[in-house]
């Protein structure tokens, strides 16, 4: 523990999660998912029936006992601010617990955020005035459950200035990721940030070691390193690009933390910035057993909840039955006669009779016609799909009607395809 020095000069310990500020990067873009993004920050995005993305890195942080965190907003993030203030306003700032949400505001001159080392280098003025001793720099677009106290135990046992989570990926999808090399004593002696040609792990020619975007930093040093990243005309601004590489150039103590589950084997943790990674993480959640546990008691994951009646299941008629097998059901949904299979069904959903839904995630207050039938696709919040309508079974037509993924043939509606616009406002609604 650490100790913390009252006006009258009085020393009291401080618990080690306490001198944790954690500080969520959730300012992206995220234009790899299409049409999802076009109204919402990735972050924003919802995910697994009744969650948004930004659900796990901050249900990781409470849970691991950190409880102050700093949110990074820019890109059309009004959906994302309004669920933050419905879903994480809980906590207590009387006794130093907040989610605080900090939009850019060119404190520093007149530029947006340039890259996420300068965003966090714009407020800087933020993190000194609650002097942390550590800084876990997270991004609020992946899904996974972390304990981060884990990560802190091993920064301060190795005595690092910088720690990176990681995690083994297949070498054939390193490119997208920050890759490393490491020693005996899991010393950070390489990191190239998505590399056009990944270096495979010693001994494991089809694995690379990535880099999970979760960075644990002394509080002072980060300070130091980002004011010297401001004044360096060949930097993009970036952790992953310029901020490592410098630190790793100029001798400083680099670990990795690898990411594993009690038996030791690499853990659950999907960076779901495309419409094919989006989709099979929901799917892995219609798994019989799950490799990502939503059920786990120790383990929440928090989120806002509309005041919703349960989900119903109507008719019993050979041919019209509504039931739904493998799958996610949120609240409101009714299955009028309906069937979905392997399916991720949030709030507010109606099948009507007759109709199907394979492998497919629906949004909510999705409505779906008499006899439609949907197929391994992604429908955005709002959609009527009209009566009969076939969707995910004719690659052309798709294409000439919807946006259709080239290489995996998903499919995504949006109320806009289908020549329709959004309901009125419902002040319950969270998406």
Known sequence: MAEATDQNGSTTPVPILRQVFAVVLAGGEGNRLKHL????????????????????PLSNCVNSGISRVAVLTQYKAQSLIRHLQRAWN???HEVGEFIEIVPAQQRMGKEWYLGTADAVAQNLDLLRRHRPRYILILAGDHVYTMDYARMLASHVERRAEITIACIPVPLAQASHF???AVDEENRVVC???????????????????????IYLFDAEYLYALLLEDRDRADSTHDFGRDLIPYALQRGDRLFAYRFVNEAGKPDYWRDVGTIESYWRANMDLCAIEPPLNLYDRNWPIWTYQAQRPPAKFAFDDEGRRGMAVDSLVSAGCILSGAVARRSVLFTNTFLHSYSTVEESVLLPNVEVGRH????????DKHCRIPPGMEIGFDREADRE???????????????EMLGQSFRHYDPQEDF
């Open 37 to 56: 993004t076009r109204w919402r920050a990735k972050p924003a995005v919802p995910f697994g029936g009744k969650y948004r993305i930004i659900d796990f």
């Open 90 to 92: 809980f906590l207590r």
């Open 178 to 180: 920050g890759v490393m």
């Open 191 to 213: 990191f190239v940030e998505k590399p056009s040609q990944p270096e495979p792990i010693p001994g494991q020619p089809e694995i690379a070691l990535a880099s999970m975007g």
């Open 372 to 379: 439609a039938k949907i197929r391994r696709a992604i429908i």
């Open 401 to 415: 009607r919807f946006y259709c993924c080239p290489q995996s043939g998903l499919v995504v509606v949006t109320p």
